[in-house]
């Protein structure tokens, strides 16, 4: 057959695959990816043929023996279809780089000539990113890309790529709007650092900003971010690279720059990339845009979300372990575990305490913002000074360690808060009384002072309250009253601004969960749950003990024999107020040595099955810091005094109330009268009816974030009281005479004199 040269590219096979044929068993195409055997009538035949001197019609002309042209045309449109076959000029040298991008699934010729043409700007912020401009613009050039040249070049850079020594340079937030302003990508990149790091790549039209990177990466530097408060500029870290490294960092960022402009794209674009040159490993670390992003999204949403009517819906429970949700914690992980990150994620990391036995399920999940917002100095190594996570299950005690981190990541102020500026004479019928919600007590005002001086940040006693000063309002929505209320903001968002507020931020009635009206519920049954403690616990009643036995939980049941491994005894109390809700106090207590070492746990539930779960599993929380205190009084990971002070000096003898009422028989599940519901809506409703009942208020605040997603509320119900010192007239005085545990109020100097340290 002759062949005939054809002007026009003709068909070939792909660069990066390399035609054999063994007559009798086909064609085998070789690729860096492996061999492919084609077989079929025909195929064998046109194999020889397709090396780009042949267009479709001369190919179906010069039918090899045996062929008709539809079966040519035939064959061709299969391998054309099988993405096997190409267009390419007569004789055309093999082209690696075409054949990379085949590989990679694109147009190898298209890719080449978008490389050919675009153009790149290499800028930099920072000494050491500055000395590397040089480098990274020849390695550039190397691969075959222009650089921009400003005054020449008419258009924008097709792409920037940014040279930085922190991704938190202040100077980034002036290129990201302007290369937003001029519609230019922009890769970010560090060289020096002990990993380099590369991207994202900013796009101007979609995706997040730098503004959206620099937020979590803030985050996740707790240390940090407090010493450049303290010291009023940023924090330098000593640059530490090894010439290597930062070679290969620079050339793998040429790469990324190569690969966006051929038009390669994948997620791994919109993520952080980290290097680790000791072993030679590497991870994406995903950037999510921020809808509330000031720079790149609508700062106005948080303020529209908080204004709208809170709204309940219809959300069917499933399961049980401690607590009725509307999803499964199996779920809750799927949904929301890539919150995890330690570089951008809103969780830095969840992991075991491994102070105690695997049977606590005791998880962590970073600093706990409401054991002190405003600065680590302030942070003791207390039971709560992180983020925790406790349930019957692994996977449970990991969502709620994931929970509770959001939880208190939500109730920071960002600043997108709706606030009204106004003093309280001004708003009345529309604002609730800070004095109704704090619960302080005139004696505590008078001597703060040195009340402040020897107790922690948990039990701080504000200034008294100016209602003819102005301060910062945010409306919380009235689910008895359906209109919205005004709740002081530092009483409702950690670290919200103002000098000397009389107000303190707590996590009291905060919680997340599997949906809205998830979330509100347990807020509410924490608030009922801490009520139900400092009345107990301050005024020292004996409360009638739990037969764990008549519950037959099996998980309890284990628990109990695990802690008697340890040396422990656990019982549990029933604290259960005037508002019927289920509340136990579960304790555990050393048995082999003078010193207790006692510790609690509390639950709140509806089920009174779930509140002794609840409490069980928080007790187990509680327990590794004690874990393995000695005789000697020794091996406590605890430095907060108060603490320290109740394990070493504590004990059921001197502190009587912490044993079961001999007055009363042992509580079983029959004595609540529990009686199940099965939407979650129906529990927000009892919940604003209990409200209504003791004449307060059920108030609620959405403070999910968009950009995560994972449901947050603020509940607050004026009167009930928190666990922590709070002395204020009211419930903490009547209540107990209400129910018989008492025959007349307590006076204010027999209070219990040791706050709650929990």
């Given at each position: 057959?002759?062949?005939?040269?054809?002007?026009?590219?003709?068909?070939?096979?792909?660069?990066?695959?390399?035609?054999?044929?063994?007559?009798?068993?086909?064609?085998?195409?070789?690729?860096?990816?492996?061999?492919?055997?084609?077989?079929?009538?025909?195929?064998?035949?046109?194999?020889?043929?397709?090396?780009?001197?042949?267009?479709?019609?001369?190919?179906?002309?010069?039918?090899?023996?045996?062929?008709?042209?539809?079966?040519?045309?035939?064959?061709?449109?299969?391998?054309?279809?099988?993405?096997?076959?190409?267009?390419?000029?007569?004789?055309?040298?093999?082209?690696?780089?075409?054949?990379?991008?085949?590989?990679?699934?694109?147009?190898?010729?298209?890719?080449?000539?978008?490389?050919?043409?675009?153009?790149?700007?290499?800028?930099?912020?920072?000494?050491?990113?500055?000395?590397?401009?040089?480098?990274?613009?020849?390695?550039?050039?190397?691969?075959?890309?222009?650089?921009?040249?400003?005054?020449?070049?008419?258009?924008?850079?097709?792409?920037?790529?940014?040279?930085?020594?922190?991704?938190?340079?202040?100077?980034?937030?002036?290129?990201?709007?302007?290369?937003?302003?001029?519609?230019?990508?922009?890769?970010?990149?560090?060289?020096?650092?002990?990993?380099?790091?590369?991207?994202?790549?900013?796009?101007?039209?979609?995706?997040?900003?730098?503004?959206?990177?620099?937020?979590?990466?803030?985050?996740?530097?707790?240390?940090?971010?407090?010493?450049?408060?303290?010291?009023?500029?940023?924090?330098?870290?000593?640059?530490?690279?090894?010439?290597?490294?930062?070679?290969?960092?620079?050339?793998?960022?040429?790469?990324?720059?190569?690969?966006?402009?051929?038009?390669?794209?994948?997620?791994?674009?919109?993520?952080?990339?980290?290097?680790?040159?000791?072993?030679?490993?590497?991870?994406?670390?995903?950037?999510?845009?921020?809808?509330?992003?000031?720079?790149?999204?609508?700062?106005?949403?948080?303020?529209?979300?908080?204004?709208?009517?809170?709204?309940?819906?219809?959300?069917?429970?499933?399961?049980?372990?401690?607590?009725?949700?509307?999803?499964?914690?199996?779920?809750?992980?799927?949904?929301?575990?890539?919150?995890?990150?330690?570089?951008?994620?809103?969780?830095?990391?969840?992991?075991?305490?491994?102070?105690?036995?695997?049977?606590?399920?005791?998880?962590?999940?970073?600093?706990?913002?409401?054991?002190?917002?405003?600065?680590?100095?302030?942070?003791?190594?207390?039971?709560?000074?992180?983020?925790?996570?406790?349930?019957?299950?692994?996977?449970?005690?990991?969502?709620?360690?994931?929970?509770?981190?959001?939880?208190?990541?939500?109730?920071?102020?960002?600043?997108?808060?709706?606030?009204?500026?106004?003093?309280?004479?001004?708003?009345?019928?529309?604002?609730?009384?800070?004095?109704?919600?704090?619960?302080?007590?005139?004696?505590?005002?008078?001597?703060?002072?040195?009340?402040?001086?020897?107790?922690?940040?948990?039990?701080?006693?504000?200034?008294?309250?100016?209602?003819?000063?102005?301060?910062?309002?945010?409306?919380?929505?009235?689910?008895?009253?359906?209109?919205?209320?005004?709740?002081?903001?530092?009483?409702?968002?950690?670290?919200?601004?103002?000098?000397?507020?009389?107000?303190?931020?707590?996590?009291?009635?905060?919680?997340?969960?599997?949906?809205?009206?998830?979330?509100?519920?347990?807020?509410?049954?924490?608030?009922?749950?801490?009520?139900?403690?400092?009345?107990?616990?301050?005024?020292?009643?004996?409360?009638?003990?739990?037969?764990?036995?008549?519950?037959?939980?099996?998980?309890?049941?284990?628990?109990?024999?695990?802690?008697?491994?340890?040396?422990?005894r656990l019982w549990v109390l029933d604290l259960t107020s005037d508002l019927d809700i289920p509340v136990f106090a579960a304790l555990s207590a050393r048995t082999d040595k003078p010193a207790e070492d006692i510790t609690l746990g509390f639950g709140a539930h509806f089920d009174p099955r779930i509140a002794l779960r609840r409490a069980v599993a928080e007790l187990n929380q509680m327990l590794p810091p004690?874990?393995?205190?000695?005789?000697?009084?020794?091996?406590?990971?605890?430095?907060?005094?108060?603490?320290?002070?109740?394990?070493?000096?504590?004990?059921?003898?001197?502190?009587?109330?912490?044993?079961?009422?001999?007055?009363?028989?042992?509580?079983?599940?029959?004595?609540?009268?529990?009686?199940?519901?099965?939407?979650?809506?129906?529990?927000?409703?009892?919940?604003?009816?209990?409200?209504?009942?003791?004449?307060?208020?059920?108030?609620?605040?959405?403070?999910?974030?968009?950009?995560?997603?994972?449901?947050?509320?603020?509940?607050?119900?004026?009167?009930?009281?928190?666990?922590?010192?709070?002395?204020?007239?009211?419930?903490?005085?009547?209540?107990?005479?209400?129910?018989?545990?008492?025959?007349?109020?307590?006076?204010?100097?027999?209070?219990?004199?040791?706050?709650?340290?929990?």
């Amino acid at each position: 057959m002759t062949k005939r040269q054809s002007a026009e590219p003709g068909l070939a096979f792909k660069h990066h695959l390399t035609a054999e044929v063994v007559p009798g068993e086909g064609v085998f195409l070789v690729s860096d990816r492996g061999v492919t055997v084609l077989r079929g009538a025909g195929v064998t035949e046109l194999a020889p043929l397709l090396d780009g001197s042949r267009t479709l019609d001369q190919l179906a002309d010069e039918a090899p023996a045996g062929l008709f042209p539809a079966q040519v045309r035939q064959v061709v449109g299969r391998l054309l279809d099988s993405g096997l076959l190409t267009h390419r000029p007569p004789n055309a040298a093999a082209s690696p780089d075409e054949a990379f991008w085949e590989l990679a699934g694109m147009d190898g010729p298209a890719a080449a000539r978008s490389t050919a043409v675009a153009t790149v700007a290499v800028a930099s912020t920072g000494t050491h990113a500055r000395q590397a401009v040089a480098e990274m613009t020849a390695a550039l050039t190397d691969n075959g890309l222009r650089p921009h040249r400003p005054g020449e070049d008419t258009e924008p850079p097709s792409l920037a790529v940014v040279l930085c020594d922190s991704y938190l340079d202040a100077e980034l937030a002036d290129m990201d709007a302007a290369y937003r302003s001029a519609g230019t990508p922009w890769l970010l990149v560090r060289l020096m650092g002990g990993r380099p790091w590369i991207g994202p790549v900013f796009r101007p039209d979609d995706g997040p900003c730098w503004h959206c990177l620099a937020e979590p990466l803030r985050r996740n530097r707790p240390a940090e971010a407090f010493l450049g408060r303290a010291l009023g500029r940023p924090v330098r870290t000593p640059p530490s690279a090894l010439a290597a490294g930062r070679a290969a960092g620079l050339h793998l960022a040429c790469l990324e720059a190569v690969k966006w402009l051929a038009g390669q794209r994948h997620p791994g674009q919109s993520a952080l990339w980290e290097l680790n040159p000791l072993d030679l490993t590497s991870s994406h670390h995903p950037v999510r845009r921020r809808p509330q992003c000031s720079c790149c999204g609508d700062p106005e949403l948080m303020a529209s979300q908080v204004r709208a009517p809170f709204s309940i819906t219809r959300r069917p429970k499933t399961g049980t372990g401690t607590g009725e949700r509307s999803l499964p914690a199996e779920e809750m992980l799927r949904r929301y575990g890539h919150l995890v990150d330690d570089l951008t994620g809103v969780v830095k990391e969840i992991r075991r305490d491994r102070r105690g036995p695997g049977f606590l399920n005791c998880f962590h999940s970073g600093h706990n913002p409401a054991a002190a917002p405003t600065g680590l100095a302030q942070v003791r190594s207390g039971l709560r000074s992180h983020s925790s996570g406790k349930g019957t299950t692994e996977t449970q005690a990991r969502v709620s360690a994931l929970c509770e981190a959001v939880e208190r990541h939500s109730g920071y102020f960002q600043g997108d808060e709706p606030t009204v500026r106004a003093a309280y004479r001004d708003i009345a019928d529309r604002a609730v009384h800070p004095d109704t919600v704090q619960l302080f007590h005139p004696r505590q005002y008078a001597d703060r002072d040195r009340w402040n001086a020897e107790h922690g940040p948990a039990h701080r006693v504000c200034d008294p309250f100016d209602e003819d000063a102005p301060v910062d309002w945010t409306p919380m929505w009235s689910l008895t009253g359906n209109r919205h209320r005004l709740v002081p903001t530092a009483m409702l968002y950690y670290n919200a601004p103002g000098n000397r507020v009389p107000f303190a931020a707590t996590s009291n009635g905060s919680a997340a969960g599997s949906c809205r009206e998830d979330a509100v519920v347990q807020g509410f049954l924490e608030l009922v749950e801490r009520d139900a403690v400092a009345l107990w616990w301050y005024n020292r009643t004996r409360q009638p003990g739990v037969d764990l036995d008549a519950f037959d939980d099996p998980w309890v049941r284990r628990v109990r024999d695990e802690h008697r491994g340890l040396a422990r005894r656990l019982w549990v109390l029933d604290l259960t107020s005037d508002l019927d809700i289920p509340v136990f106090a579960a304790l555990s207590a050393r048995t082999d040595k003078p010193a207790e070492d006692i510790t609690l746990g509390f639950g709140a539930h509806f089920d009174p099955r779930i509140a002794l779960r609840r409490a069980v599993a928080e007790l187990n929380q509680m327990l590794p810091p004690v874990a393995q205190a000695r005789p000697d009084g020794t091996g406590y990971s605890c430095d907060d005094p108060a603490v320290l002070t109740w394990w070493r000096t504590a004990t059921t003898a001197n502190q009587p109330y912490l044993l079961p009422g001999p007055a009363e028989p042992a509580r079983s599940p029959e004595d609540f009268g529990y009686v199940p519901r099965a939407d979650l809506a129906d529990d927000v409703a009892a919940a604003a009816d209990l409200a209504r009942g003791i004449g307060s208020d059920l108030l609620v605040l959405d403070q999910t974030r968009l950009d995560i997603g994972l449901p947050v509320v603020k509940v607050v119900v004026p009167g009930l009281r928190p666990f922590w010192a709070r002395f204020a007239p009211g419930r903490l005085y009547d209540v107990p005479v209400r129910l018989g545990r008492r025959s007349t109020p307590i006076r204010y100097e027999d209070l219990n004199p040791v706050p709650l340290f929990l």
